[in-house]
């Protein structure tokens, strides 16, 4: 959680934990990969890096490092990874959810679209054509039309 509800007074203890507890976590996680790279990093990087994870879920950041931290260093690569090496992942798979967001968002809409047609068609005519069916309720067109079965609202 890295929110909280508070006052116009001064953060409290109460109010930062945490989001202190996450920042302290990122470190953590940040001084296993730095352990298991053999690499020496400043408090400074540590903290410029949990920065830059910290919009990501705990999950995703802990499996990008776990892949880091156990990837064989080349020859010339340096221990510590380049920042850019951990966020594209971690972009890569937001990009990906929310592209998966949007589509789930257009196909609700496509099925609200699609009943909101049979309804005003089998209100004025008392059917719905679909594949040259003629269909005079919401089973018959699940029947005929078997991508939007299971989806007419109630």
């Not at 006052?7 to 507890?21: D, E, M, N």
């Not at 690499?39 to 890096?49: D, K, N, Q, T």
């Not at 890569?92 to 949007?102: G, N, P, V």
Request: overall charge negative; glycine content about 6%; proline content about 4%.
């Amino acid at each position: 959680m890295e929110l909280a509800i508070v006052g116009k007074r001064a953060q409290t203890a109460i109010s930062t934990r945490p989001v202190l507890q996450r920042n302290e976590w990122l470190l953590k996680q940040l001084m296993v990969l730095a352990e298991a790279r053999g690499a020496e990093v400043s408090s400074e990087c540590f903290e410029l890096y949990a920065t830059a994870l910290a919009e990501f879920p705990d999950e995703e950041i802990q499996a990008v490092i776990l892949k880091v931290a156990k990837k064989r260093r080349g020859e010339f690569e340096k221990p510590w990874p380049a920042l850019g090496d951990l966020l594209e992942p971690l972009e890569m798979k937001q990009q990906r959810r929310r592209e998966a967001e949007q589509e789930k968002r257009r196909r609700a809409e496509q099925v609200a679209d699609f009943w909101r047609v049979v309804n005003e068609r089998m209100e004025q005519f008392g059917e719905f054509r679909i594949n040259g069916v003629d269909c005079h309720t919401a089973d018959e067109v699940n029947e005929v039309e078997g991508s939007y079965k299971g989806t007419k609202p109630r």
